[in-house]
């Protein structure tokens, strides 16, 4: 449950998940021009009152030419007290009702939403949802709305870098930070099994993305997409399962390494820290199975879902490395001094090989469930509901399938747009009725 940090005050709600349109799916027939505004990005209430894309644009009439949202934060639970005070949460609300000249806004979170968002909590542990003591932080990011008079729309929100290639150049203003993320990243992640569970670590992860941005476009025909992107993401992974693996292998290299400088071979590394964390790149992702381009991902994939097996084929790759290396320095020895550093080898070998061939069913399933049970991240995100079309570049679940909570992370919504019929008045000429002369009556003839 995500709420406000109020004392002795619980909020309970939840959030309907539209039917999310297939990748590559043709757009919706266009809805009649009389539509009403719907919602773009659900804010929860305790009174699971929905806050359609009118309610942002105070007095927005119900038929439009066109419309769109940009919103950087938005989540499954929010209190109703945050959501009225904090106007730059609502996102940039853009709702042309007239054709009298497009309308542009660009509204960056302000630094009073900033300071609300750093008092949400989350979890058994009332763990921060943003800020440097939560979860999520994120740099000078932007929100966007335009809606044309031609009937078109779009909006983007996210990295404001990202805008030149999605939106347009000179387009979106970046609003304060939320937290300070690491250098070169715009965006970071940091969740556990005890921080946000409490009871022992068993997991802990932190995603660090260099750019997170979202756009949605509704052309002239109705027709609506969105794009996305993603880019320089990098993971790292700690906590008591993997250390398990890694501390055996810590111990067994160090050993490894000391006896074969004393036989007079240098220049190992142990590429294993003492804590036992992983980092894993975008290529060790890529070779557990994640698709190769980033801004092409199916709709809703967990980039969480492939850390199990990367972890598993990192920790074998700088083993195997390792090993391979210190072999060609024995084998570089002088004769005299090769066999006590092979025989140095071949206790490692001892040490480390059982580890490695039992990593795959000894780690990757337990360390699955445990991060499934702390977070999930999916991308491209996509929902269709009446008319509205939502594209989010990431959804932030927290608990195991989001029980906790929900965090959208720079979403676009564009429509339901009427185009400019629904102010055109009448071209129509009117008709006149014909004019006639009235009929002459008969007068009767008069006798004599």
């Given amino acids: 449950m995500l709420t406000?940090?109020?004392?002795?005050?619980?909020?309970?709600?939840?959030?309907?998940?539209?039917?999310?349109?297939?990748?590559?799916?043709?757009?919706p027939s266009r809805l009649p021009r009389r539509r009403l505004?719907?919602?773009?990005?659900?804010?929860?209430?305790a009174a699971l009152i929905a806050v359609p894309a009118s309610a942002m644009a105070q007095g927005a009439p119900t038929d439009v030419v066109s419309q769109a949202n940009g919103r950087l934060v938005s989540?499954?639970?929010?209190?109703?007290?945050?959501?009225?005070?904090?106007i730059t949460l609502k996102g940039a609300t853009a709702v042309n009702t007239d054709a009298r000249g497009d309308v542009i806004v660009d509204t960056p979170v302000d630094a009073s939403a900033v300071a609300g968002l750093v008092n949400l909590k989350v979890g058994t542990t009332n763990l921060p949802v943003f800020g440097d003591a939560g979860i999520i932080r994120l740099g000078g990011v932007g929100q966007f709305g335009r809606a044309n008079d031609d009937g078109s729309s779009a909006a983007f929100s996210g990295t404001v870098s990202a805008a030149p290639s999605l939106i347009g150049v000179n387009t979106v203003t970046a609003g304060p930070a939320v937290?300070?993320?690491?250098?070169?990243?715009?965006?970071?992640?940091?969740?556990g099994t005890a921080a946000l569970l409490g009871g022992p670590d068993l997991v802990n992860l932190d995603a660090t993305i260099g750019v997170l941005a979202a756009s949605a476009r509704e052309d002239t025909s109705g027709a609506q997409t969105g794009q996305y992107r993603l880019t320089d993401l990098g993971i790292g992974v700690g906590g008591t399962l993997v250390a398990a693996p890694t501390d055996t292998l810590h111990t067994a290299v160090d050993s490894l390494?000391?006896?074969?400088?004393?036989?007079?071979?240098?220049?190992?590394?142990?590429?294993?820290?003492?804590?036992?964390?992983?980092?894993?790149?975008?290529?060790?992702?890529?070779?557990?199975?994640?698709?190769?381009?980033?801004?092409?991902?199916?709709?809703?994939?967990?980039?969480?879902?492939?850390?199990p097996r990367a972890v598993v084929l990192k920790i074998t790759a700088l083993t195997n490395a390792l090993l391979a290396q210190a072999a060609t320095v024995v084998a570089a020895l002088p004769g005299p001094s090769q066999p006590a550093a092979l025989a140095a080898l071949a206790i490692a070998h001892n040490l480390i090989d059982?580890?490695?061939?039992?990593?795959?069913?000894?780690?990757?399933?337990?360390?699955?469930?445990?991060?499934?049970?702390?977070?999930?991240?999916?991308?491209?995100?996509?929902?269709?509901?009446?008319?509205?079309?939502?594209?989010?570049?990431?959804?932030?679940?927290?608990?195991?399938?989001?029980?906790?909570?929900?965090?959208?992370?720079?979403?676009?919504?564009?429509?339901?747009?009427?185009?400019?019929?629904?102010?055109?008045?009448?071209?129509?000429?009117?008709?006149?009725?014909?004019?006639?002369?009235?009929?002459?009556?008969?007068?009767?003839?008069?006798?004599?």
Avoid at 182 to 191: I, Q
Avoid at 357 to 379: H, K, M, N, R, T
């Fill in 4 to 27: 406000p940090h109020v004392p002795g005050q619980k909020w309970w709600n939840h959030v309907k998940i539209s039917k999310t349109r297939a990748p590559g799916a043709t757009a």
């Fill in 257 to 307: 390494i000391t006896a074969l400088a004393a036989a007079g071979a240098t220049g190992l590394t142990n590429p294993f820290a003492a804590d036992g964390r992983i980092t894993l790149t975008l290529a060790d992702l890529q070779a557990a199975g994640l698709g190769s381009d980033l801004d092409t991902l199916p709709a809703d994939t967990d980039l969480l879902s492939y850390v």
């Fill in 37 to 45: 505004l719907c919602t773009t990005v659900a804010f929860g209430t």
């Fill in 179 to 191: 937290g300070s993320p690491s250098n070169g990243s715009s965006a970071e992640l940091k969740v």
């Fill in 75 to 86: 989540a499954s639970v929010l209190s109703g007290s945050l959501l009225d005070s904090l």
């Fill in 354 to 448: 059982p580890v490695i061939s039992a990593l795959g069913g000894v780690l990757e399933g337990p360390l699955g469930a445990a991060v499934d049970a702390v977070a999930q991240l999916d991308v491209n995100h996509q929902t269709t509901a009446n008319g509205t079309f939502t594209e989010t570049a990431l959804r932030v679940g927290l608990g195991a399938d989001g029980s906790l909570a929900s965090v959208d992370l720079a979403s676009a919504s564009v429509g339901p747009n009427g185009g400019p019929s629904v102010v055109t008045p009448p071209t129509t000429p009117p008709t006149t009725p014909p004019t006639t002369k009235p009929s002459q009556p008969t007068l009767p003839r008069v006798a004599g």
